[in-house]
């Protein structure tokens, strides 16, 4: 499976399910933005058996667009371009609308396979927040 496709978030999650003897802690950490289907029904399937926690790595910097004017993107499959005008308010208000909803419906997810959730902001202090979520879980 290619790294980005959630393929490869659904293998590494099967090879761990097949590891693992016995019952265990099972921690993922990743910004889970390759997470399908497939890759939820083997969180399903580890929570069967393990605690699985996820721990959703938050780039502050890709919930909202810099205003740097245009900019040409290119999509990673199939390659198609378009120019975009970051100077718009109304674009940049669109993509922090649908960054947001995205990371609500992947915590959603993430929850619906049986994960406890963490989201760790790149702009926080780690130690902190597992040391908080240590003082919960612990």
Do not use: N
């Not at 990673?76 to 995205?102: F, I």
């Not at 406890?116 to 790149?122: A, G, K, P």
Request: neutral net charge; aromatic residues 6%.
């Amino acid at each position: 499976a290619q790294p980005g496709s959630g393929m490869a978030l659904a293998l590494a999650l099967t090879r761990v399910a097949t590891a693992l003897q016995r019952a265990a802690e099972v921690v993922v950490i990743s910004d889970f933005h390759d997470l399908d289907a497939a890759a939820c029904g083997v969180l399903q399937r580890l929570r069967a058996r393990h605690y699985v926690s996820a721990w959703r790595v938050v780039d502050t910097a890709e919930e909202q667009l810099p205003e740097v004017g245009k900019v040409r993107l290119r999509a990673p499959e199939g390659g198609a371009e378009v120019v975009v005008d970051t100077a718009s308010a109304s674009l940049r208000a669109r993509y922090a609308q649908w960054a947001a909803q995205r990371g609500k419906a992947l915590t959603e997810a993430l929850r619906g396979a049986g994960a406890d959730v963490l989201e760790i902001y790149t702009h926080e202090s780690v130690q902190e927040k597992i040391a908080a979520w240590g003082d919960r879980h612990g």
